[in-house]
């Protein structure tokens, strides 16, 4: 199966951070609309720009440039210091977002993550799942990103790096001659300063370049980097996305939904489906969860939430679904537009912790050999691959590059 990979990639992390950070203390000003920069101490050796504003950029300021050089070229610059904390609290917050369309997540720097979503997509296509990710950053964490579509991680990062801000970007490899090769070839991915220099004595001045050299004239010159330079310059990149196995504290998935549903019929559609997703995850973790929580968001962007703790942990697809239909009758009032429904599992335990409950019916244990036949399917074929008949209704409806 070919690989199916995004790299998503904060637009001005620590300047947006900030910005935002100071809107929620009531600040009346958005630093990111005015010639503004992020830096250390300029009375020491940490005083350079860490961050700029796009009207700083304008002023021909730069990253990694002096505080003094840059108070130079703009007088009326405004310097705002550094928060990690701050930074690491909306890092978070954009990987908790992530969690909800796949558990293969690489953070690779704390403004930056690779998703593999190969296995995760469950009828989508990738350029959707990208841009529905980009649109919820930007409405639900105030920031924006650009995002790299690829089918592996060079061509995705590379990707991401394409015009910005908030763009996304494909890579595939039929487009790497028209919108990789005619890069200067200091714009592949890893390649040191040190290097592009010797490249050019050597005539070398554009990826294409390099992707046309002879290899082995570059294996001769620079070892395995040549190797690894040629392969990069032609996409070629088996690496994978290093993620933590970790176990979640929460799961949920969420759907934006294409048109406003007004129906509570409808909606348990969706919940149906919802409870699938994540009940395959749970089961997936060796995890079961007792606290079962929904959440709707109306056109105005209001969020409502209801959870129930159930007294017992379950994987358990038809419990779960049965809870959150209740909880979604409880707190929906007819007729009210509805564009994102959620569905969250927490108060996680191990599987080997399960208890013997009065739940235990010969009905749930009939279920629970269900749900182990179908994962199993799932796992050998793909999600898509079988399907209860409730969630049909839902794919017709959504296609699935929603869900």
């Given at each position: 199966m070919e690989k199916q990979i995004l790299h998503i990639d904060v637009n001005n992390a620590f300047l947006s951070?900030?910005?935002?950070?100071?809107?929620?203390?009531g600040s009346d000003i958005d630093i990111r609309d005015i010639p503004a920069i992020i830096g250390g101490d300029e009375t020491k050796r940490s005083g350079i720009v860490l961050a700029k504003s796009m009207k700083?950029?304008?002023?021909?300021?730069?990253?990694?440039?002096?505080?003094?050089?840059?108070?130079?070229?703009?007088?009326?610059i405004k310097i705002y210091p550094s928060n990690y904390k701050i930074y690491k609290n909306y890092s978070d917050s954009l990987y908790n977002l992530l969690t909800n369309y796949t558990d293969k997540i690489e953070r690779y720097s704390i403004d930056e993550c690779f998703l593999d979503m190969t296995k995760y997509l469950r009828g989508r296509k990738l350029i959707d799942v990208a841009y529905e990710i980009s649109k919820r950053v930007k409405e639900e964490l105030k920031f924006t990103v650009n995002i790299g579509v690829a089918n592996n991680k060079l061509l995705a990062k590379m990707a991401s790096d394409f015009q910005k801000p908030d763009r996304v970007h494909?890579?595939?490899?039929?487009?790497?001659?028209?919108k990789m090769w005619n890069l200067q070839v200091s714009?592949?991915?890893?390649?040191?300063?040190?290097?592009?220099?010797?490249?050019?004595?050597?005539?070398i001045k554009t990826i294409g370049d390099l992707a046309k050299a002879d290899k082995q004239l570059l294996i001769k010159k620079f070892g395995k980097?040549?190797?690894?330079?040629?392969?990069?310059?032609?996409?070629?990149?088996?690496?994978?996305?290093?993620?933590?196995?970790?176990?979640?504290?929460?799961?949920?998935?969420?759907?934006?939904?294409?048109?406003d549903i007004t129906t509570i019929e409808r909606l348990e559609e969706m919940i149906l489906a919802l409870s699938e997703q994540v009940t395959y995850r749970l089961r997936n973790h060796k995890m079961l969860g007792e606290v079962v929580a929904v959440q709707i968001r109306n056109k105005e962007f209001k969020d409502t939430i209801h959870q129930r703790k159930l007294g017992f942990a379950t994987d358990n697809t038809a419990q779960i679904y049965e809870i959150a239909k209740k909880l979604l009758r409880e707190m929906?009032?007819?007729?009210?537009?509805?564009?994102?429904?959620?569905?969250?599992?927490?108060?996680?335990?191990?599987?080997?912790?399960?208890?013997?409950?009065?739940?235990?019916?010969?009905?749930?244990?009939?279920?629970?050999?269900?749900d182990k036949t179908l994962d199993t399917i799932k796992h050998k074929y793909g999600y898509q691959s079988i399907t209860r008949a409730g969630e049909m209704k839902v794919k017709r409806m959504i296609k699935w590059n929603k869900l």
């Open positions: 951070w900030t910005a935002i950070e100071m809107l929620k203390n700083a950029k304008e002023c021909g300021i730069h990253t990694g440039e002096s505080i003094y050089h840059a108070k130079m070229k703009c007088s009326n494909t890579l595939f490899k039929n487009e790497i001659p028209n714009e592949l991915f890893m390649l040191g300063r040190k290097t592009v220099p010797k490249l050019y004595n050597m005539g980097h040549g190797l690894k330079m040629w392969e990069y310059a032609n996409g070629i990149d088996d690496s994978e996305v290093n993620y933590k196995e970790e176990k979640p504290k929460c799961i949920s998935n969420e759907v934006t939904l294409p048109v929906y009032k007819e007729g009210t537009p509805i564009r994102l429904i959620g569905l969250r599992i927490s108060g996680l335990i191990e599987k080997e912790q399960e208890q013997l409950s009065f739940f235990n019916t010969e009905k749930t244990e009939k279920q629970k050999k269900i």
